[in-house]
């Protein structure tokens, strides 16, 4: 290290070599660019020449008509934001809670952990669409006083029924992946286990779970367009009502546009988010 | 050394499954000295140390604490843990704390010192072992000595009554393991009782008051330091002092 930072100057064999990476380089996004316009051309060349094409377009991509429902479907979508962030509190609650009793080892919380179990062998295993029929046409049937026959919040129960159930297991995998040293360290300093799960087990397994949670949420997202099932009027059902008015499939384009508008940056956040959780933990292995 | 020894162990016994770990350990460690186990690699040093600081239930046999009977299956293993310190092998720093949060945890959630108190101790403690510059810091950007070196901080922020230690060298390179062995010293010098497993003869020489020749699950030798090491009598104790020898560790 006699040489100063900064100072060094590249050989001309380096000189050289940038010369060849650089070619190699300008050749490589030039092979890209010309197999895209190739593959994606020859896609729209089949489908803008088939037969049906016309018939098609004028059913499903009706930019007019789009334009005219583009308000009710939008509104529609409202509802399913706010049911995926009313929702995604509750589930974040419950989930917890099951992961937390599956996970304790505290005898007297045997019961809870048979039954969290139980809770999330069923809804793991049973289709959300079914949850959300049962519970929708079921529970106002019992005619329970009390209960509410709102088929917003039934059907808004039902999918955080189900969604707890997918996040307690990402959850608990989540607190089983922090290495037993920690709890041990933990103790041995005269934290209950109470308290190591809160303050050191808790706090590292959960941040090691982000990106699946993420996807989660993305799905939640999504799934919220099955209550229309129940008659709620959201974006999908919004854009079934206008559909029906004129046998034109265009305003289910513009809801699945608007879910994409919504949830292609979700993904690219948690894909984001990923990559850099995997830099972080490349670079504590490295350092 | 006069009055009861602040650590004893009577005739313990631990197996795990068909595995015999320890079988019939006796120990009694007064206060402000310290005693070092050696040993080879699965004669029963760490499962001691793991037993005294109830991590691992003994079969049979007792420990006492200051004459406090802690195997006693009434006794509240939190209580002990909160007098008794422990440094492990692998560090087990949270690493999604801060150096400083590291040591301030116990301190604020066991001992219930206000935030403020507490950081200003631990602040003082980092500044004595030469970490004040880390306190900000995660455990990831720092080397492994550093790393062994806040575990012992953490471990010493609650003033434990005893501190154990269980090979707090073995898992780093020998560039490092001096800075960690000035540490254990200095913490002798201010008359910490300690109880240490260690492969690192020179340093069992230099601060053991006592050391400990585990071999099968049972002391075989003990004694001064200078006897046990350079003069032992017993044959198993020679031939682990030869190999040690031989790898050049002494």
Request: one cysteine or more; proline letters at 5%.
């Amino acid at each position: 290290m006699s040489q100063q930072a900064g100072t060094h100057r590249p050989s001309p064999e380096e000189q050289r070599r940038r010369v060849v990476r650089a070619k190699q380089a300008r050749r490589r996004v030039a092979i890209s660019a010309v197999s895209t316009v190739v593959v994606l051309g020859a896609l729209a060349v089949v489908v803008v020449t088939s037969p049906g094409w016309g018939v098609v377009r004028s059913t499903f991509f009706d930019l007019d008509y789009a334009r005219e429902v583009l308000p009710a479907v939008f509104k529609g979508l409202l509802l399913n934001i706010r049911l995926t962030i009313v929702a995604s509190v509750a589930i974040a609650i419950l989930g917890l809670a099951l992961a937390l009793a599956r996970t304790s080892k505290a005898a007297a919380l045997t019961p809870f952990r048979i039954l969290a179990t139980a809770y999330v062998d069923l809804f793991r295993g049973v289709p959300t669409l079914l949850v959300i029929l049962l519970v929708g046409f079921g529970v106002p049937a019992l005619q329970l006083t009390g209960v509410t026959s709102s088929v917003i919040i039934l059907g808004t129960t039902a999918i955080v029924l189900t969604y707890s159930a997918y996040v307690a297991e990402v959850l608990r995998s989540g607190i089983l992946s922090v290495h037993p040293s920690q709890r041990a360290a933990a103790r041995s300093l005269g934290l209950t286990s109470g308290q190591a799960l809160r303050y050191v087990v808790l706090p590292q397994g959960v941040r090691r779970v982000v990106p699946p949670l993420l996807n989660d949420f993305v799905s939640l997202l999504k799934d919220t367009g099955l209550i229309s099932v129940l008659g709620v009027i959201d974006a999908v059902r919004a854009a079934q009502i206008e559909s029906s008015k004129s046998f034109n499939y265009t305003p289910y384009v513009v809801a699945a546009v608007l879910f994409l508008l919504l949830t292609i940056p979700l993904t690219r956040m948690t894909d984001r988010f990923v990559h850099r959780a995997i830099e972080r933990q490349n670079a504590q292995v490295g350092g | 050394m006069t009055g009861t020894p602040v650590l004893r162990v009577e005739d313990v016994y631990k197996s795990f499954g068909a595995e015999q770990v320890l079988q019939g350990v006796s120990l009694a460690v007064p206060e402000h000295t310290v005693t070092v186990l050696i040993g080879a690699s699965g004669s029963g040093k760490s499962t001691l140390l793991r037993c005294v600081n109830l991590l691992t239930p003994v079969d049979d046999g007792v420990i006492r604490l200051d004459d406090w009977d802690i195997t006693d299956p009434d006794v509240d293993p939190d209580q002990v843990r909160r007098q008794i310190g422990m440094v492990f092998q692998s560090f087990n720093l949270f690493p999604h704390l801060s150096v400083l949060d590291n040591i301030t945890l116990s301190p604020r959630k066991v001992h219930d010192v206000p935030r403020a108190r507490a950081e200003a101790e631990g602040m003082a403690l980092l500044e004595r072992f030469g970490l004040a510059d880390k306190a900000r810091q995660y455990p990831d950007r720092l080397s492994g000595g550093q790393q062994q070196r806040v575990a012992i901080v953490r471990s010493m922020a609650v003033s434990p009554r005893l501190m154990l230690m269980d090979e707090v060298t073995s898992a780093l390179d020998p560039v490092l393991v001096n800075e960690v062995l000035s540490t254990v010293r200095e913490l002798k010098s201010e008359g910490m009782t300690m109880v240490i497993a260690t492969h690192e003869m020179g340093f069992a020489e230099q601060v053991a008051d006592e050391v400990c020749f585990l071999s099968a699950g049972i002391i075989v030798e003990r004694g001064r330091p200078e006897a046990v090491l350079h003069d032992p009598q017993d044959q198993r104790t020679r031939d682990f002092l030869r190999r040690v020898h031989e790898a050049g560790r002494l």
